[in-house]
């Protein structure tokens, strides 16, 4: 069944719980959806978040180090992950219509995950032996390129597959497995010897948990004809005032959340001076430790807050709880710099972060303008968090270098906040 495109004010969540279908069957029942897509879906999210964050995280860092030396490690770090970002941001929309339009017999989403898990094992071999700038900010290029072809339909797949009233309950456990995935790719990036190994190791988890989810769900191929996107209806996406605020709300928490979090190695290195307070560590294994912290928290934060959302049938709220979790420890640490502080600031960005992961996949599912094109219009959502991305190194290499550390905290608090408040504008969805 089609949708119409919302007229102001509306959205696909509000459609959906205000029809039947023509045969009778209510909104809530999707044939897609099963029990094995509880499992098989979120592994697949493990996979992927595990090899992305930890060659982020560590295994750039290192490298980024290692080829520019400490004086060039900064700006090696930030022109990788931006170039990287930014080629997620014009292959994700790209890569969502595709997927909206394939019409192989494994799927239309499960066709483009295979592609992307057996692309990312070979761009994890290529950047594991890159030796030069050029070779790392081109190599993590192609990196993203393959994330983006797994993640785009993955995130189509909770629009296509999984009923409303399960959507705070499944974009609580995907934020869950996604601070578990992070934990775990950062443990193999630190504790793996070599750089290589590391990425060898990331690439063949990424490509079991893709082959399952591929070759094991239900999918649908597309069907002859996908309802075109008029000229007309994207205009009205583009002016929709809550696809707009989601957008933007996305953005800004994600830009905030991403600013601080891509140079944990060097706060920890430079800023704290770790190897002074746990002798005998790296600055990677103190990454390993704080992200620990942060996923156990954000884990049973993303659980906890997923179910009262579908309990209390309200998404804006946790956003917005999120944001004053991550954004208040952060001010804290530009004018009181301690390690000690530092371990309360990953419990309390911890649970801020699983809040925002367990609402962010169910607020996007809901202004979804139309529900056929889903990878299309959550290929645009997903340009939010990649611009981000493209932007935060950009604005933390700016804030290091014009007043150290301290105020790229003070950045990254302000624009979480800002965040959270341009999503409490989005009006249709509670």
């Not at 992070?182 to 504790?191: E, H, K, N, Q």
């Not at 942060?294 to 179910?307: E, L, M, N, V």
């Not at 911890?350 to 979804?368: E, K, M, P």
């Not at 804030?399 to 550390?405: A, E, H, L, M, P």
């Amino acid at each position: 069944m089609t949708l119409p495109i919302p007229t102001e004010g509306e959205t696909a969540l509000a459609l959906e719980t205000a029809r039947v279908e023509p045969d009778g069957t209510p909104p809530e029942f999707n044939p897609l959806f099963s029990k094995w897509l509880l499992f098989a879906l979120p592994l697949a999210m493990f996979g992927l978040i595990a090899g992305y964050l930890g060659g982020l995280s560590v295994l750039l860092p290192l490298q980024a180090e290692h080829i520019a030396g400490a004086t060039g490690k900064v700006a090696l770090l930030g022109a990788a992950s931006g170039v990287g970002a930014l080629v997620a941001a014009v292959t994700n929309p790209i890569i969502g219509w595709l997927s909206d339009h394939t019409r192989f017999r494994l799927g239309k989403r499960n066709t483009w995950v295979l592609i992307g898990s057996i692309g990312l094992v070979v761009a994890f071999s290529l950047i594991g032996h890159a030796n030069s700038v050029v070779a790392v900010v081109a190599g993590w290029g192609v990196v993203q390129l393959f994330l983006t072809a797994q993640q785009a339909p993955l995130s189509a797949t909770v629009a296509d597959r999984v009923p409303i009233h399960r959507l705070g309950f499944v974009s609580g456990l995907i934020g869950a497995v996604t601070t578990a995935s992070a934990l775990a790719g950062v443990a193999i990036a630190a504790l793996v010897p070599s750089i290589q190994s590391s990425y060898y190791i990331l690439g063949g988890i990424v490509l079991v948990t893709g082959c399952v989810f591929a070759f094991t769900t239900k999918d649908v191929p597309a069907a002859a004809r996908q309802p075109r996107i008029s000229r007309a209806d994207r205009v009205r996406v583009v002016v929709s005032r809550d696809f707009v605020w989601a957008w933007i709300g996305r953005f800004l928490v994600l830009l905030g959340q991403g600013a601080a979090s891509l140079y944990l190695l060097y706060i920890l290195q430079d800023y704290l001076h770790y190897s002074k307070i746990a002798p005998g560590q790296t600055a990677a294994q103190g990454v390993l430790f704080i992200t620990m912290i942060t996923s156990i928290c954000s884990i049973a934060s993303s659980f906890f807050f997923g179910w009262l959302s579908d309990k209390l049938k309200r998404r804006r709220i946790f956003v917005a709880i999120s944001s004053v979790l991550v954004a208040g420890p952060y001010l804290l640490m530009a004018f009181f710099p301690s390690f000690p502080l530092f371990v309360v600031v990953a419990v309390l960005s911890g649970l801020g972060i699983g809040a925002f992961y367990a609402v962010d996949q169910a607020l996007a599912v809901s202004v979804l303008p139309r529900k056929e094109n889903a990878g299309t219009y959550l290929g645009i959502l997903v340009i939010a968090g990649t611009l981000g991305q493209v932007l935060s190194p950009t604005i933390a290499a700016v804030s290091v270098g014009i007043s150290g550390y301290p105020a790229l905290f003070v950045v990254a608090a302000v624009v979480s906040i800002l965040g959270a408040v341009s999503v409490t504008l989005i009006r249709s969805v509670r």
